[in-house]
């Protein structure tokens, strides 16, 4: 079994920043791609950014410049620095892994992320 943790989230008001982080707990040698993604009400989930085990990154196009994707492969965790948060950056957050070992792609229960105006 594997499960995968968010903690983080809550609500700020807009210019803020949070930080989201995602444990990876079980049966797990080794994890690929890590990443974030976050889905809001009546939207598809969405891409927000990924990292690869080598530190490789991709970011959302709506996220560049103001999040930060991390990770730690000892700890098997993964890291979302959120600034300058907008109120359209409300949604559930949901962070995954992918684990060769198991062929398999895992998701967490998600966080969810409020941000006032």
């Known amino acids: 079994q594997v499960q995968l943790m968010e903690s983080g989230g809550g609500l700020v008001q807009a210019g803020g920043s949070l930080r989201l982080s995602c444990v990876a707990s079980g049966s797990i040698f080794r994890i690929d791609a890590m990443g974030w993604y976050r889905q809001a009400p009546g939207n598809e989930r969405e891409l927000v950014a990924r990292?690869?085990?080598?530190?490789?990154?991709k970011y959302a196009d709506f996220v560049k410049g103001r999040f930060t994707i991390s990770r730690d492969n000892a700890k098997n965790t993964v890291d979302l620095q959120m600034n300058s948060l907008k109120p359209e950056d409300t949604a559930v957050y949901y962070c995954?892994?992918?684990?060769?070992?198991?062929?398999?792609?895992?998701w967490g229960q998600g966080t969810q992320v409020t941000v006032s105006s």
């Open positions: 995954n892994a992918f684990i060769p070992i198991r062929a398999s792609l895992y």
């Open positions: 990292i690869t085990s080598s530190g490789s990154t």
